[in-house]
């Protein structure tokens, strides 16, 4: 996918850049490719194919959220930043957090946030089970873990009537085993929303879940409870 083939799909998913917002996503790819000679950030490295697999594929979130709202968002296990730093660039009126358990991930993310000069966004290095400072009204993630383990770590993070985003793949046995953890968390799948990446075709899955109530509180530690009930 060239840049002008996204920005032609971004349109179909209601999105308009400014040239700002094109130039920093060309400023975040070449400081991806640079950053990438030192350490491992992605494995995906051509231009046509971040574009394609990271920049577009982190957007199509807005298929199931309106992100034209102010809303906060934790990017667990952002990585490279996928999606949370791509979610800022084009949606700056969101308040991202990008959370991430490698300090070198981290440094990279700070340092594209400061060469874009980028705005209520901030960079936290801990694992997903151990930061409890707030809550965010969407928790998201992409290719991290499995749902349930997803739903167990994080749902400390989430206010109540907040969303889990995840963009999966094909997720349908992870759905059958995360049937324990929604029963338990008091959480409801709102929208299980299928399609398949321009250019080449591979399905992707986002799963959107509710959480309709906190019980978080009940189960302090790593959620004995589930522990005891296996996911």
């Known amino acids: 996918m060239n840049k002008n083939d996204f920005l032609e799909e971004i349109k179909k998913l209601g999105i308009n850049l400014t040239n700002n917002q094109e130039e920093d996503l060309e400023k975040y790819y070449n400081l991806l490719i640079e950053e990438?000679?030192?350490?491992?950030?992605?494995?995906?490295?051509?231009?046509?194919?971040?574009?394609?697999?990271?920049?577009?594929?982190?957007?199509?979130?807005?298929?199931?959220?309106?992100?034209?709202?102010?809303?906060?968002i934790i990017d667990i296990g952002t990585g490279a930043g996928f999606p949370g730093l791509v979610l800022k660039i084009v949606f700056p009126n969101l308040k991202i957090t990008l959370l991430d358990a490698q300090e070198k991930r981290i440094k990279f993310l700070n340092k594209v946030i400061k060469e874009l000069n980028l705005k209520n966004i901030k960079t936290v290095h801990s694992r997903i089970e151990d930061y409890k400072e707030e809550k965010f009204d969407i928790v998201t993630s992409r290719a991290v873990a499995k749902t349930n383990i997803l739903l167990?770590?994080?749902?400390?993070l989430l206010k109540t009537n907040g969303y889990f985003i995840f963009l999966k793949s094909n997720i349908d046995q992870e759905l059958e085993e995360s049937k324990n953890a929604l029963k338990?968390?008091?959480?409801?799948?709102?929208?299980?929303?299928?399609?398949?990446?321009?250019?080449?075709?591979?399905?992707?899955?986002?799963?959107?879940?509710?959480?309709?109530?906190?019980?978080?509180?009940?189960?302090?530690?790593?959620?004995?409870?589930?522990?005891?009930?296996?996911?």
Do not use: A, G, M, W
């Not at 051509?46 to 594929?57: A, F, G, P, R, S």
């Not at 109530?213 to 009930?229: A, E, G, L």
């Open 36 to 72: 990438n000679k030192k350490i491992n950030l992605t494995t995906i490295t051509n231009k046509e194919e971040v574009y394609l697999k990271h920049y577009y594929d982190s957007l199509t979130i807005i298929k199931v959220i309106d992100l034209t709202k102010d809303l906060s």
């Open 152 to 156: 167990e770590l994080s749902c400390q």
């Open 184 to 231: 338990i968390l008091n959480l409801k799948l709102i929208k299980k929303e299928e399609f398949y990446l321009p250019k080449e075709n591979s399905k992707r899955t986002i799963l959107k879940i509710k959480k309709e109530k906190d019980v978080t509180s009940k189960y302090p530690r790593n959620f004995s409870k589930i522990k005891k009930n296996p996911l």
